[in-house]
């Protein structure tokens, strides 16, 4: 069975730390891998979306990165503010690419900055 | 990035009335859309898929004459949560992708429909 598991499941941290948050997934054979954020009650905000023959992908603050062959993920976030609380979201789009796969998504991570 | 907008954003019905939730692409002809849940505390669970010009496909332990998705158009789908109990009370978001050219590379969601069924 193709999960997806995000550690920690929460997080509670002082503005301005840098911090890592966690996905591994079970089948390596992924198309693309995405994160997301959501906030309370809200939808979904993508972050970042690595391809399966990326190693990195970086948007300001952010930086998540790939293992395909230990079926890993983290996001990176520096100089984190109380802005970036949310829900943190990791999810897996398994197979070649067929335009019918949906996402995998983790439990997501619980992030709470300190201000 | 390409917009997909959900309607209604939030819904309250009695037992055993049925809802419909409708999901747009905005800018673009949604070629497969998805439909996922989410109980409190969980992850986003994929219901179904729906292709253009063909029946959705659902996943194991969803009650496809329950839920009733019609790709009505390249731009709009809907799920229709029929005879709604309590238990169906969940968040409910779509997403949409075009599969031809670059737009294949990602899926677009919606904002989310808070069902409450009381």
């Known amino acids: 069975k193709q999960e997806v598991t995000q550690i920690p499941a929460a997080l509670s941290v002082p503005e301005g730390e840098n911090l890592v948050l966690n996905c591994s997934f079970t089948?390596?054979?992924?198309?693309?891998l995405q994160w997301f954020r959501q906030d309370p009650g809200k939808g979904l905000t993508s972050l970042l979306l690595?391809?399966?023959?990326?190693r990195e992908q970086t948007s300001g603050r952010l930086n998540a990165s790939l293992d395909k062959s230990s079926g890993r993920s983290t996001l990176y976030i520096a100089a984190s503010q109380p802005g970036d609380s949310a829900t943190y979201l990791c999810?897996?789009?398994f197979g070649s690419g067929g335009g019918a796969d949906g996402l995998t998504f983790g439990k997501g991570t619980h992030l709470i900055i300190q201000p | 990035g390409a917009v997909v907008s959900q309607h209604p954003s939030r819904v309250i019905c009695k037992s055993g009335t049925s809802v419909k939730i409708e999901c747009r692409s905005l800018?673009?002809?949604?070629?497969?859309m998805f439909w996922y849940r989410q109980f409190p505390k969980q992850s986003l669970m994929l219901m179904a898929t729906s292709n253009e010009g063909s029946k959705a496909t659902y996943e194991q332990g969803v009650e496809k004459d329950k839920f009733l998705i019609n790709h009505a158009s390249l731009t709009l789908s809907t799920l229709t949560v029929t005879s709604a109990h309590p238990e169906d009370s969940s968040f409910y978001i779509c997403?949409?992708?075009?599969?031809?050219?670059?737009?294949?590379?990602?899926?677009?969601f919606g904002q989310g429909t808070r069902l409450t069924v009381v």
């Open positions: 089948d390596s054979a992924i198309y693309n």
């Open positions: 999810a897996v789009r």
């Open positions: 800018d673009f002809q949604a070629t497969t």
């Open positions: 690595i391809q399966s023959s990326q």
């Open positions: 997403s949409a992708r075009d599969r031809r050219g670059p737009m294949n590379t990602e899926a677009f």
